[in-house]
Each structure stands twice: as structure tokens, then as C-alpha cells.
């Protein structure tokens, strides 16, 4: 049974503090890594993909990866109201569809 | 514009009433997938196509059935609904599901079974 957790939150944060939310999943076979961000009653928005170890950096995010600790984090810096959201981390194996995690409730203080 | 669209967004119906929910997408996609999201549970997969007249179960498929007839619909069915199946309802698409691909949510579709 593929796993991926999540720290349910709720997960506050100052207005531009740097958020960091974090993820682990069990399946070693794990190939692609993706953070959806979702807003209460609306479908799952993609952020970040990572497919390699270490950083990636899209703007205010960075995503991280350590497939040795089966590991995935994202960053969010000078963080804003508006990235109060639901966090959900997902992972992907070849073929197979997305595991998702429970999701982290960020909500960022103004 | 490129999009997933899914049918009808809000539904209230009756144990053992037959439904069904409509998804397009106008992308020339071809792996489509059912999603459900429950408060503690989270998404979790339902069925999924890689492509037409090819489904496949996912995590959650007792009580759906699914078909894709067409590339751009994939429709899913609930025969008999019962009230577990009470939840927001997400289909997707990517262009093969191989990999390192974006998947596009629809809307939603919030489900009431009473």
C-alpha cells in the first residue's frame, strides 16, 4: 500500500515568514513528485514538480527532494494571505496514478 | 481555452437512484481519472483510463463504474448510490499519464446521497 503523509496542520505562519511544509511517502519507487495547492471548495492547483534530488525554485517556492529519506518539502517565501490554502503533496510511479497525502492547512497570519 | 469540465457541479439525489457524472476535456488527452476527497481521507483514485475503451480500478472502485468511449469523455456511474458515497467528486486528465505529466482537475462535483 503506497503512503504519503502529511502533517494535517493547521500550520501558521506569519505574513512574510517563510512557510515550510513537508512530506514523506513509502514507495521507494516513487518517480515523480508534485505539490497541489487547494483552496477550501475548489480542485487541486499544481505548484511545484520535482523529479531529481535536491532543489527546484519557481519564484516564492522551492521545492526539495531527498529520495534516500523518501522525503519532499516546499518552501513558500515572503509568504502572503493568499497562500492560505490546503497543501497537498502527491506522488507518481511510471504508469500507476497519484497517491496523494492528506493535505497540510496553511494559514498565514496578515 | 484548455480545460476539464465536469457535470453537473452540484447534485443531491436518493439511495439506489442511478447517476451519472460527465467529464470532458479539450486537451487531446489520453489518461483520464476519477478522483473522491473526503474530509480525513483525502483524494484518493477511483478509475483511470490511459486511453479509449481502456479503464482500469483505482484505490476506491467498489460502487463506480466508468467507460471511455470517446478520448475527450469519461464519464462515471453510480448504479446504486448509497450514502458512504456522499463526497467531492474530481476528474483529471494528462496527456498519456506517463511520468513526469501536469494533471488537470476539473471543477468538482459535490455529491449528496440521502
Known amino acids: 500500500q503506497k503512503e504519503v503523509e502529511q502533517n494535517s496542520g493547521p500550520l501558521s505562519v506569519p505574513e512574510g515568514a517563510i512557510a515550510s511544509l513537508n512530506c514523506t511517502y513509502s ?3 516513487s518517480q515523480s513528485f508534485f505539490w497541489y495547492r ?4 475548489k480542485s487541486p492547483e499544481l505548484i511545484m514538480s520535482i523529479y531529481s534530488n535536491g532543489d527546484k525554485e519557481d519564484g516564492r517556492f522551492t521545492a526539495q527532494l ?5 522525503y519532499v518539502s516546499l518552501l513558500i517565501r515572503d509568504s502572503q494571505p ?8 502527491a506522488v507518481k510511479r511510471g504508469a500507476d496514478g497519484l497517491t496523494f497525502g492528506k493535505g497540510t492547512h496553511l494559514i498565514i497570519q496578515p | 481555452e484548455a480545460q476539464v469540465t465536469q457535470n453537473p457541479r452540484y447534485l443531491i439525489t436518493v439511495t439506489g437512484k442511478k447517476l451519472t457524472v460527465t467529464c470532458s476535456q479539450n486537451m487531446n488527452h489520453e489518461y483520464m481519472s476519477w478522483y473522491r476527497q473526503d474530509p480525513g481521507l483525502g483524494l484518493r483514485q477511483i478509475y483511470y483510463s490511459m486511453n479509449v475503451e481502456v479503464t ?3 484505490d476506491v472502485p467498489e460502487g463506480y463504474k466508468v467507460s471511455r468511449k470517446e478520448k475527450r469523455n469519461f464519464p462515471l456511474i453510480l448504479e446504486s448510490p448509497s450514502p458512504n458515497q456522499t463526497s467531492l467528486y474530481f476528474c483529471a486528465s494528462s496527456l498519456s499519464g506517463l511520468g513526469r505529466e501536469t494533471q488537470y482537475f476539473g471543477p468538482g ?5 440521502l
Do not use: E, F, I, P
Open chain 1, 66 to 70: 531527498n529520495k534516500a529519506s523518501q
Open chain 1, 38 to 41: 487547494q483552496y477550501s471548495g
Open chain 2, 56 to 58: 482500469d480500478k483505482g
Open chain 2, 109 to 113: 462535483t459535490r455529491l449528496l446521497v
Open chain 1, 82 to 89: 493568499s497562500d492560505s490554502a490546503t497543501y497537498l503533496c
Open chain 1, 27 to 29: 514507495d521507494r519507487g
